[in-house]
């Protein structure tokens, strides 16, 4: 049976990890790995993380199974922060993944399930992950335009033209914010105009949130979020706490599900419950409990605030330094989109020979669409970077 099975392709970030590891000049960059580090290249456990571990080791008294869609406090908290005070909670059912890929993957598997024609709609260019889930399930994949090149912002007529032929019960995949791998994110305004689309055409969103925090703050990275929850019937929402709390190996995620109605939450909330005991049965609990404890404690909760406003702003300044540095360096402004992107991602613009050539040149890795994470950047790496970018004729 072994014998038979085929090749896989190897996952090209993973390659381009061991590219980097394996390079022995001092002075390389990585910039392909979507994990955030702070200037001295270390991912850092957050103050509030290892606050909130200490008290579940001297609180906690077991470490029997929770239910099979986790720790309703859980649920309960973060659905709060992502949809905030007006969250339509007597319409949502709610199960915790190992991460915001294993909910993807729920999601997926519950679309199959409700609507096993319906097509998955996803922004081009979107998350490799996510047209890979979609193909090894069998669901088809249709795009819409997302990212002008030319401007390094949303082709937001492109978009609406493209949405404007989804048929009803087809889903869309919308990155909630710090859209990966563009950095490239919708206006309110524009969010609005979507949800209004989508309710016309009787298409459900499924949105993709792991970077809460990262963008614009808390609030305004989740306004998009909340803007569809207040105005389609239905919709899913794949959560991660990966990133805004650094607990990557914790695997914790959540998978949310506003129904039409009321009435359909508990069979909703049934079939979520099944998918986790087909899949995995019970999901992992600590990093749920960690991410609880934080959110619900008012100064573990303002510490991890604080940080991660750090952690954004740092991010932040990375950016204005090097669209700052290139400007300097051609005299234009041709790439001050990279200071009005959001999150750890940007897309450079740059083609694959010339990703090529910085990687050969310069020591500096990224993904050979040109995608590139901010957070492997410091103050001292910025300018190499730019002057990496200027020799390579980007």
């Given at each position: ?6 090749p896989q392709a190897p996952d090209k970030i993973l390659a381009l990890m061991a ?156 990155h909630g914010c710090c859209h990966n791998p563009t950095g490239a994110n919708l ?44 105005t389609v019937p239905e919709m899913l929402i794949a959560a991660s706490c990966s ?152």
């Amino acid at each position: 049976m072994l014998t038979d099975l085929k090749p896989q392709a190897p996952d090209k970030i993973l390659a381009l990890m061991a590219a980097f590891r394996d390079d022995p000049r001092p002075g390389k960059i990585d910039l392909g790995v979507g994990v955030y580090k702070d200037a001295s290249g270390r991912t850092p456990i957050m103050r509030a993380v290892k606050a909130a571990e200490r008290q579940l080791v001297e609180t906690q008294e077991t470490k029997t199974y929770t239910g099979l869609a986790g720790d309703p406090a859980f649920a309960d908290a973060l659905s709060a922060l992502i949809l905030g005070p007006d969250a339509p909670r007597d319409r949502l059912a709610c199960a915790a993944q190992p991460g915001g890929t294993g909910a993807i993957r729920q999601g997926l598997e519950l679309i199959r399930m409700a609507a096993p024609g319906a097509r998955l709609w996803l922004s081009n260019p979107t998350w490799p992950n996510h047209p890979a889930i979609a193909a090894y399930l069998g669901i088809e994949t249709p795009s819409y335009r997302y990212f002008d090149a030319e401007t390094g912002g949303v082709d937001f007529d492109g978009m609406m033209a493209d949405l404007a032929e989804v048929a009803p019960g087809d889903a869309v995949i919308l990155h909630g914010c710090c859209h990966n791998p563009t950095g490239a994110n919708l206006t309110p305004d524009q969010w609005r105009d979507v949800a209004a689309l989508l309710t016309r055409r009787g298409a459900v969103p499924f949105v993709d949130i792991a970077y809460q925090g990262f963008g614009d703050g808390l609030e305004p990275d989740a306004e998009g979020t909340r803007i569809l929850a207040r105005t389609v019937p239905e919709m899913l929402i794949a959560a991660s706490c990966s990133k805004n709390f650094g607990i990557y190996r914790e695997r914790t995620g959540l998978l949310m599900a506003i129904a039409p109605s009321t009435d359909a939450v508990p069979v909703t909330q049934g079939a979520l419950a099944m998918l986790n005991r087909m899949n995995f049965s019970f999901p992992p609990d600590h990093g749920a409990r960690v991410v609880t404890t934080i959110l619900t404690d008012d100064a573990l909760r303002a510490d991890w605030e604080a940080e991660l406003e750090e952690v954004r702003l740092g991010m932040l300044g990375l950016r204005e330094q090097l669209a700052a540095a290139l400007r300097d360096r051609v005299g234009s402004d041709r790439f001050g989109f990279l200071a009005a992107h959001r999150g750890m991602f940007s897309r450079l613009g740059a083609t694959p020979e010339q990703v090529e050539a910085m990687r050969r040149d310069h020591g500096v890795y990224m993904v050979g669409d040109s995608r590139m994470n901010i957070a492997g950047l410091n103050s001292a790496t910025v300018p190499l970077l730019a002057d990496a970018i200027v020799a390579a004729g980007v």
